[in-house]
Structures are given as C-alpha cells and as structure tokens.
C-alpha cells in the first residue's frame, strides 16, 4: 500500500477568471508534515483553501489516500474530508469554554471527555479546560485551536500561518511543540508560511512557490545547499551571486579563485556561471592574499553577519562567531570553504579577475 497520504496532481485554482496557481504537483507521505512557502501573494493560501474544499480546482486534482477530493467535475464537501483547519487568528467559539472548543468537533462521541482531557494535557492547558478564549494568552488560544482540530483525528491537518499572531520566542518555541505534537500523533499536516526558519523548523518537505507555480519541493537541507532555481537560492537563506567560468564540470574560476564543488554541472566548459555563496562558505584566514573590505555588520547574538566587499566591487557576506569581531571599514583576509558548489547558467559575458587559463588552473592543483 502506497504511504502517500496527500496528492496535488497538475492543480490549477484560484478565483473567477484568475488562476492564482498552476501546474502544482506535490506529494506528502503519511506522517510527514509538508509546508507551502513563498511570498505574499504567490498563492499558499489558496492552495491550503482547495485543499480544505472551500475553493473549487480548475485543472488537475486533489487525492486524499488515494480518494479524489477534487477535480474540476468532482468536489467532496468540506466537512467529508476528514481535514482539520488551524488558522492565524485562532477562529476560537468566543462562548464556549476551552474544553466546549476542544470537544466541538466530536459532540456525539462516547468518549469525548477522556478525549478532551488528553488533549488537555497534549497541549500543555490542563487545568484551563473551564476558561473561555478571551481568558488565554494568544499562544494559549492557539494550543486550543491545535487541539480541536485534531480531536475529530483528521488524516491531514492544514495550518495556514498559524503562528504569525505570536512573536518572536513563544513563536519558536510553540513552532517546535507543534512538531512535537504532531510527530507524536503520526498526523499529517501542511503548513502554510512566508517565514522560512519557521519552515525549516516545523517541516519534513518544503515546496517554494513563485507567483503560483512550484519551484521546488525537497527537504530544508536539499532546499538550502542544493536550491533548484535561482530564485530559491535567494529567497532561502542568506547569499550572494558572483560571475565565474566554468572550468571543468564541478571547478568554477571566479574572482575568488577557483572554486571546487561536491558535484558535476552539465553545462559546455567555459560556460558564464553565476555561483551562489552562502555566509558560512566564507572564512576569515590571516594572510590571505584574498581581502575584502567589511561594510555591513550585523550583531546577531552568538554570531556575526558582516557584508563583505572586494576589491572588484562585488558583495559578499560571511557569519563568524560573535567573538570574532571586526569592525566596519576594516579589511580581512578571506577564503572560500563552501562544500556544496551551486551554480546556474548566466546570460552574458564572464568577468571575473585574475582569469588563468584553465591548464595552469589544473596543473597548479585546483585550490581556493
Ligand atoms: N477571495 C479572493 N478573490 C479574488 N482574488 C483573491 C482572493 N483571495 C486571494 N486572492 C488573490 O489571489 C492571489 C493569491 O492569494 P493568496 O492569499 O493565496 O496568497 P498567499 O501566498 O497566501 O499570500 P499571503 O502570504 O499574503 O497570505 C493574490 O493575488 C490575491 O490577491
């Protein structure tokens, strides 16, 4: 039996005469928690609306453990898909107390009460069951909402920016309980949000969107060191662009020297390449004959971001422990260590100094 639990298949949705998402295709294993995440506006939202049923599917369709939920002839009502909702603004019963809230969903079961109990304990309220929401904090009232939906036992859970009302450490811790949470229970669920460290933190598999079409859907870390379009190279974590040749198919030449990755490109030899380097692929070294002049720092608590600019004109950054410190104007000597090499085919021409040809690269043994 197949452990694919959610299927988008070719979707395209949106509204009257506006596609806001096409050609998505995903799939999420049972167990695993998937996130949707892009910009404002690229269609996340809409996306989590069709699945939960409230927005009809133009094209392609939307399979629960196999059964089709939606296509552009076929739609299950919302309330037989057997999918919870968290929302933002946690859309509690204002009247009802925690425990009412949590038990909504499952009225008529047997055992609601030692349900509503465990669920209590699950989410750290229990001896709030008798308050009303207006009584909770606002990460209080969303451990509620979390709760609720996951009473009636949803084979998927849909969380659509659930933590954006909260701020700053509760919302890193809640994040993390509510992987917990959900890990423990074995529920599926898609998340929904433009904040990437809260992706990272809660998810198994991440798909980034760019004006409603998919760009990649992989693991946080393949996201990060193995980004599939430049666009999901710049829109995950920190980084800049620099112009380099390629040399042989995993050793690029740029201004920094040459730089060898952990895999091959199939592009022409000596093709115009734009190489991501990440902050942490550049280290301070003493001495070197590489420097780069410090115009940005930012103090980040345990650690340092410093923008970087060479000689050339081009920017950098790099992070070094906070102990570390340098001071802005002041130049360092630098290297690169990055042990993932991404690059893209660039439009253009290559500039990079200190061109070598490539037989003296390779007989010098390629270094950085
Ligand atoms: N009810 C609606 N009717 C018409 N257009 C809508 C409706 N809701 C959203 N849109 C449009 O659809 C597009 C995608 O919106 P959506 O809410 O899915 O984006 P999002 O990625 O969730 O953004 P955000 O992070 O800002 O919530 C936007 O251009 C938006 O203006």
């Known amino acids: 039996?197949?452990?694919?639990?959610?299927?988008?298949?070719?979707?395209?949705?949106?509204?009257?005469?506006?596609?806001?998402?096409?050609?998505?295709?995903i799939h999420l294993r049972a167990g695993d928690i998937g996130c949707l995440l892009g910009p404002s506006g690229c269609g996340k939202t809409t996306t989590l609306r069709s699945i939960a049923g409230f927005e009809p599917v133009s094209a392609g369709e939307i399979r629960l453990d196999g059964q089709v939920l939606s296509s552009p002839t076929h739609n299950v009502p919302p309330e037989q898909?057997?999918?919870?909702?968290?929302?933002?603004?946690?859309?509690?019963?204002?009247?009802?107390?925690?425990?009412?809230?949590?038990?909504?969903?499952?009225?008529?079961?047997?055992?609601?009460?030692?349900?509503?109990?465990?669920?209590?304990?699950?989410?750290?309220?229990?001896?709030?069951?008798?308050?009303?929401?207006?009584?909770?904090?606002?990460?209080?009232?969303?451990?509620?909402?979390?709760?609720?939906?996951?009473?009636?036992?949803?084979?998927?859970?849909?969380?659509?920016?659930?933590?954006?009302?909260?701020?700053?450490?509760?919302?890193?811790?809640?994040?993390?309980e509510v992987r917990d949470i959900l890990?423990?229970?074995?529920?599926?669920?898609?998340?929904?949000?433009?904040?990437?460290?809260?992706?990272?933190?809660?998810?198994?598999?991440?798909?980034?969107?760019?004006?409603?079409?998919?760009?990649?859907?992989?693991?946080?870390?393949n996201l990060y060191h193995e980004p599939a379009t430049p666009f999901v190279a710049s829109f995950i974590g920190q980084g800049y662009f620099i112009r380099g040749q390629l040399l042989t198919p995993d050793t690029v030449q740029t201004e920094l020297g040459v730089i060898r990755g952990n895999?091959?490109?199939?592009?022409?030899?000596?093709?115009?390449?734009?190489?991501?380097?990440?902050p942490d692929d550049i280290v301070g070294q003493e001495g070197s004959s590489l420097t780069a002049t410090i115009t940005g720092k930012l103090f980040l608590g345990a650690s340092t971001l410093y923008r970087l600019q060479l000689a050339t004109g081009s920017v950098l950054e790099a992070i070094f422990p906070s102990h570390d410190d340098h001071s802005l104007g002041e130049v360092l000597g630098i290297r690169v260590s990055a042990d993932h090499l991404v690059i893209f085919s660039a439009q253009g021409s290559v500039n990079v100094s200190a061109q070598l040809p490539l037989e003296q690269v390779l007989a010098s043994g390629v270094s950085v």
Not at 1 to 25: F, P, T, W
Not at 139 to 157: D, K, N, S
Not at 205 to 213: A, F, H, I, K, P
Not at 271 to 277: F, G, H, N, P
């Open 1 to 25: 039996m197949s452990d694919i639990v959610l299927e988008l298949n070719n979707l395209a949705c949106g509204y009257a005469g506006h596609k806001v998402v096409q050609e998505l295709s």
């Open 81 to 176: 898909r057997r999918i919870g909702m968290v929302f933002q603004d946690y859309a509690l019963f204002p009247h009802l107390t925690v425990a009412q809230n949590i038990a909504f969903g499952i009225n008529k079961h047997p055992e609601r009460q030692r349900i509503v109990g465990e669920l209590l304990e699950l989410v750290k309220l229990g001896k709030l069951g008798q308050r009303y929401p207006h009584e909770l904090s606002g990460g209080q009232q969303q451990r509620v909402a979390l709760a609720r939906a996951l009473a009636p036992e949803p084979r998927l859970l849909l969380l659509d920016e659930p933590f954006s009302n909260l701020d700053g450490e509760l919302r890193r811790r809640l994040s993390g």
């Open 183 to 221: 890990k423990a229970r074995g529920t599926s669920a898609m998340l929904v949000t433009h904040d990437q460290s809260e992706a990272f933190a809660v998810c198994d598999q991440v798909g980034v969107l760019r004006e409603g079409r998919l760009q990649q859907w992989d693991t946080p870390y």
């Open 263 to 278: 895999r091959a490109y199939q592009l022409p030899t000596g093709s115009a390449v734009d190489v991501l380097l990440r």
